[in-house]
């Protein structure tokens, strides 16, 4: 049995975000603490420690904060189903995680520098452009193979984290319409069950 989950979260906070939907998804009862990063750090929930910042998962002596190692213990625990890290297909999922939350962080951080000021400035897009045009190509040949998912026969940790990726990058005014394929796996992941909105993710994403 999983020891008691706490999540400390920061509601805007896309990472965070992307470990409520995972949590969410793979059914697992947690207990969130809500971290306001504005807040001096004398006023923030107990338990958080200098310089952490959420989402920081604790599980017992487990202490967790970064996204995709998040996603790992949480897929590896007992009462959680294997199809979200299909050993089968671990590299594969591996490999497409690692890519989400290298371009999750890309979008935090220019989330981060459009939102985070009073006269926001979209910083420039290359970046999360080119890792879209990648997700795109990946899931269009998926398609054409018959498969609806980036790593495996099933939903998996790697498209929780994908997925979060390819939502929000419309708050950024990154162009989607050239990618059907990211839109019609994205349906289908608002369709999974469990799954849970953040403000700002469209009901078209």
């Keep these: 049995m999983t020891a008691r989950l706490v999540l400390y979260d920061w509601t805007p906070d896309v990472r965070c975000y992307a470990v409520r939907l995972g949590l969410s998804l793979m059914g697992m009862t ?9 807040l001096p750090v004398g006023q923030r929930p ?4 200098a310089g952490e910042r959420p989402p920081v998962l604790v599980a017992g002596s487990v202490r967790l904060s970064r996204p995709g190692v998040i996603m790992q213990f949480i897929a590896r625990q007992p009462e959680v189903g294997r199809a979200w890290l299909d050993p089968a297909h671990e590299w594969a999922i591996l490999d497409w995680l690692d890519f989400g939350t ?9 989330r981060d520098a459009a939102f985070g000021t ?4 979209l910083p420039p897009m290359g ?27 099933a939903a998996s940790i790697a498209d929780v984290v994908l997925f979060v990726v390819f939502a929000l990058t419309v708050d950024l ?15 289908r992941m608002r369709g999974l069950p469990g799954f849970v909105v953040m403000p700002g993710v469209p009901d078209y994403a």
């Design 173 to 187: 005014g990154v162009e989607r319409d050239t990618c059907p394929a990211l839109r019609r796996w994205a349906r």
């Design 127 to 153: 970046a999360l452009v080119a890792a879209l045009r990648r997700m795109e190509d990946h899931m269009s040949a998926r398609a054409m193979e018959g498969h609806d998912w980036f790593a495996a026969p």
């Design 102 to 110: 290298t371009a999750l962080d890309t979008m935090a951080a220019a």
């Design 118 to 121: 009073t006269l926001p400035v």
């Design 30 to 38: 947690y207990e969130i603490r809500a971290v306001d990063t504005d």
């Design 46 to 49: 107990v338990g958080l420690r």
